[in-house]
């Protein structure tokens, strides 16, 4: 694979412009960040009073423990993003 001018070369034979593959992360970014919206209003959408409860349940719950579970799932998603990237 070879650049030249902004254009990919692949054995010779011009495929795509680099601002395709611009273009191509920056949709895969929005796609990812709709279904994260998605999965985040789901359960607003489905269970409203529920949620309500849970919110009050996670008062009580002193912020070291949150940091904790905030970073573990920090981890898995940097290991799922990193494993999955190709």
């Given at each position: 694979m070879r650049f030249?001018?902004?254009i990919v070369f692949i054995q010779?034979?011009?495929m795509?412009?680099?601002s395709y593959f611009r273009?191509?992360?920056m949709k895969l970014f929005l796609c990812a960040l709709g279904l994260v919206l998605i999965l985040e209003g789901l359960p607003y959408f489905a269970f409203p009073e529920k949620m309500k409860?849970?919110?009050?349940?996670?008062q009580?719950?002193?912020d070291?423990?949150?940091r904790g579970m905030g970073f573990v799932a920090m981890a898995l998603g940097l290991?799922?993003?990193y494993s999955f990237k190709q």
């Open positions: 030249f001018r902004g010779n034979t011009l795509y412009p680099l273009g191509l992360k409860e849970w919110m009050l349940m996670v009580e719950i002193p070291s423990r949150l290991l799922l993003a």
